[in-house]
């Protein structure tokens, strides 16, 4: 039986895998997928031999202190490698550990096939050289990647559709967010984070603009809980929404916001693909802000949606710029700026055609790569 090894380090690393899984051993029946994920992955068929809740870690102090796991973990994965004489490897975000990891398969003649590419133009290109000796293909999500890739030596790189559009895709064919509808109170939703520390460093700074934003117009307050927060972190501000929501209904809060303020992260392009002016806020510990100021050589954006739209559609506040002065001061303008608030809809409607891909049948494409390093000689797509 053929193998495959799958690694997704994070969460969002497995929301990428589940799109795609599911149809990927259909098309592979004689495959054994292993590797590292969760429950919803182990539950459609993966065999795990890390729950990627072992590998959880967050900005570069929480990586320091994780390094013998992963120097651990990475010795176990690739012992299963050789024992299962595997030949293809999937490896989906996670870059810190699976660049690592990629260029040890690559030695042991396995075929890595990157989902989805990492932000090596917002890092040192030197992860690029590294992509184009270990890789077999780069797949690609934002609308310039695939060209910047090629031009510095990735030779096979498929443009596919975000993952965010292939989960949303039926919601979002024929919908269409209306204006501000200002005889009634403005829609307000928080979307403070899914980490402890975001929450803890976010939601008071946007409980401070919701205060003061209510002396200037009616506000209507609803909020996203992220299931892995503690509820305690909410606890305190709780009377302050008139809605609340679990993760699992962030469209039906979309659906409902005339404007959210959000933590920097993927929720920020699902706002704009919902067509929601959204205030973008990031701040982290003063260790991370120096290593990312020292070594990121990326200067223009941090929210998704910008980086998609390659434009400045959201409001972005790091860091110190995170006050409730400057949260209110941007819903403040679009409130009372109805031509420049149409004109930021008119905008977020492009970002559904921004995140489509080149069509490939992803699923199918990845079989024939087994099959091939197998010896089963079949056509890629490309």
């Known amino acids: 039986m053929n193998s495959c090894l799958i690694i997704t380090g994070e969460k969002s690393g497995e929301e990428h895998a589940l799109s795609f899984f599911k149809e990927l051993r259909f098309a ?39 390094i013998p796991f992963y120097l651990k973990a990475m010795n176990n994965i690739l012992a299963e490698v050789d024992k299962r004489q595997c030949k293809t490897a999937i490896l989906i975000d996670y870059q810190s550990f699976n660049l690592k990891l990629a260029g040890k398969l690559k030695e042991r003649g396995v075929e890595v096939l990157y989902y989805v590419a990492p932000q090596a133009w917002a890092w040192k290109e030197y992860r690029v050289k590294k992509l184009s000796q270990y890789v077999h293909t780069l797949f690609t999500i934002i609308p310039f990647e695939k060209k910047w890739f090629q031009d ?44 402890q520390f975001e929450v803890a460093l976010l939601l008071p700074e946007f409980i401070a603009s919701i205060n003061e934003l209510k002396k200037h117009f009616a506000l209507e307050v609803s909020i996203v809980k992220s299931s892995s927060v503690a509820e305690d972190l909410f606890a305190t501000f709780n009377h302050y929404f008139d809605k609340i929501y679990s993760n699992d209904e962030l469209v039906v809060a979309l659906k409902n916001a005339d404007c959210a303020l959000a933590a920097s992260g993927t929720v920020t392009l699902t706002c704009a693909l919902f067509e929601v002016p959204t205030v973008v806020c990031y701040k982290t510990s003063l260790l991370n802000q120096f290593i990312f100021e020292s070594f990121v050589n990326y200067k223009w954006f941090i929210s998704l949606a910008n980086i998609v739209q390659n434009r400045a559609v959201f409001p972005e506040l790091l860091q110190d710029q995170v006050s409730s002065y400057n949260i209110v001061s941007h819903f403040k303008f679009w409130y009372y700026n109805e031509e420049e608030f149409r004109e930021l809809k008119a905008q977020l409607k492009q970002t559904k055609n921004l995140v489509r891909g080149e069509g490939v049948d992803i699923p199918q494409y990845m079989a024939n790569v087994i099959d091939n390093s197998y010896g089963k000689k079949q056509d890629l797509l490309t």
């Open 152 to 195: 510095r030596g990735v030779k096979k790189v498929v443009s596919i559709d975000h993952p965010l559009w292939t989960t949303y895709q039926k919601e979002l064919s024929n919908y269409s967010s209306g204006m501000l509808d200002k005889s009634k109170p403005m829609k307000l939703l928080l979307l403070p984070g899914s980490r």
């Open 28 to 66: 592979s029946p004689d495959t054994r997928f292993f590797g590292v994920g969760g429950e919803p992955l182990q539950a459609a068929g993966l065999e795990l031999i890390y729950d990627l809740k072992d590998f959880s870690s967050w900005g570069y102090s929480g990586v320091i202190t994780k």
